[in-house]
């Protein structure tokens, strides 16, 4: 694999605008933080957006945002066209086949004490599909991720990270998502398991055509997986567009440096990386 799937045409699945989140502390006089200040974005069907920052730049609570994990203060976030800004736990609940997510540790994201087979059925059966369909549903998973039959036999503790993270996507694919939110997927794995994880999120797109809002704070992750880039600073978008342009040819100045922090594994291609951001300035 090179890259994300082309995208023939663009047809807005998610739109986010002007989004306002305010974490608050405990307490009369606790003081307050601004997570996300006036925050837009934009997802296609079947598109990768990555979305890059440092600890602490916001990236993360935009993604618990869209998942109705922390509240809103202000803004609109429509997804095929309708408001989910604000639902209730209920009606959120309705509309979690569609939204999806991928956590960063994928071993505290599944139960220990449950099989695979156990895992990846649950979601299933919570909505009324039968035991046998499940099962077949979960054969399919398996196959989807590239795991060996008899895997839903077994544990996660009996996987490796790589392997847990598959098992992660294959529950996250369970009800068929048109959106993941893939928080940090890749960052607790080694090089070489990232470059098989990203590859397989590549295929899962190409064959079912799901978007993924991908969030990492390595901006060359980023740039081997999406179509467009959105660079995030202190709870605010200061450069988006295309994910070439932007990782290769960045206007802001933070862009730059999340580049040239990027490392290489050539000294001599690093430095003349190094050399010609620099110049930019």
Wanted: charged share 25%; aromatic share 4%.
């Amino acid at each position: 694999m090179t890259g994300p799937p082309p995208l023939a045409a663009r047809d807005t699945l998610l739109t986010v605008s002007d989004l306002n989140v305010t974490y608050r502390g405990r307490g009369f006089r606790a003081p307050q933080f601004r997570a996300l200040t006036d925050v837009s974005i934009d997802i296609g069907r079947g598109e990768t957006v990555g979305l890059v920052g440092e600890s602490g730049s916001g990236k993360t609570t935009l993604g618990r945002a869209l998942l109705g994990l922390v509240p809103i203060d202000s803004g609109s976030v429509r997804f095929e066209s309708a408001e989910i800004a604000g639902l209730s736990d209920g009606q959120r609940r309705r509309r979690s086949p569609d939204i999806q997510v991928v956590f960063q540790d994928p071993y505290s994201s599944l139960n220990p004490a449950m099989t695979v087979e156990a895992i990846l059925s649950e979601p299933l059966t919570v909505r009324g599909v039968s035991r046998g369909h499940a099962r077949r549903r979960v054969r399919e998973l398996l196959d989807q991720v590239q795991l060996a039959a008899g895997a839903e036999r077994r544990y996660p503790r009996e996987f490796s990270g790589g392997q847990r993270q598959r098992i992660a996507i294959a529950r996250a694919l369970a009800l068929e998502p048109k959106l993941i939110i893939c928080d940090e997927p890749v960052s607790a794995l080694d090089l070489s398991t990232q470059a098989r994880v990203l590859d397989l999120f590549i295929e899962i797109q190409e064959r079912t055509g799901v978007a993924y809002l991908f969030i990492s704070h390595d901006i060359s992750v980023v740039r081997y997986i999406s179509h467009r880039v959105a660079v995030m600073l202190r709870g605010e978008i200061i450069e988006s567009g295309d994910g070439e342009s932007v990782t290769s040819s960045p206007e802001h100045d933070y862009t730059r440096r999340l580049l040239l922090a990027s490392p290489v594994p050539d000294p001599l291609r690093q430095a003349e990386r190094r050399a010609r951001y620099l110049s930019l300035q």
